[in-house]
């Protein structure tokens, strides 16, 4: 793990910083596959239908982004001041909040799918498949909530590969596993929606 508070601040900074960047590039990518393979595979409308809830589904992970990385903040801080208790109560309450967090957000998210298609304006003729991508993403919030909350942790303790490396893969895992359940699963977009989940 990287010490940021020893060496030259700039050189640390950005040995610190590239595999942030690199990771965030390779969670743009899990859209980008989803959306080539589905139109590949299944059509336009289907294209259609998982591009149509992208906003949505991008609005909650970004929520869960910022409220995750102010874990990370908290750990930093008692991470730096060399605070071991700290550190453990710390990962002990974003745990706790994590949990509670992810227990209303999938519920409210859930819950909310079909109005918010609605809210929308999303056509008929591709609001089916548009209901099941989105709720299916939605409904894995959890596995959202506890990688973001892992990565932040392993970032505030000075470790930004490790999240990157489990990134690379999942990402992998993922174009495996949407070929998988929509071509000879022939789950639709489902089948993609569960394959950004599950890995």
Known sequence: MLDLTEGRPFRALLIFALPVIGGNLFQLFYTLADSVIVGKTLGTNSLAAVGSTSIIIYFVFCFINGFTGGFGICLGQRC?????KGMRKS???????????????????????????????????????????????LLGTGATVFYNMISNML?????????????????????????????????????????????
């Not at 730096?80 to 071991?84: R, V």
Request: one cysteine or more.
């Open 80 to 84: 730096g001041a060399k605070d071991e």
């Open 91 to 137: 990962i002990a309450v974003s745990t706790l909040l994590s949990i509670a967090f992810t227990v209303v957000l999938t519920l409210v998210c859930c819950l909310l799918a079909h109005q918010i298609l609605s809210w929308m304006q999303i056509p008929e003729d591709i609001s089916g498949e548009a209901y099941d991508y989105m709720f299916v993403v």
């Open 155 to 199: 970032r505030a303790l000075g470790d930004s590969k490790t999240p990157l490396y489990f990134l690379v893969f999942s990402s992998v895992l993922n174009i495996f596993l949407d070929i998988l359940f929509i071509v000879p699963m022939h789950m639709g977009v489902a089948g993609a929606a569960w394959a950004t989940i599950l890995s």
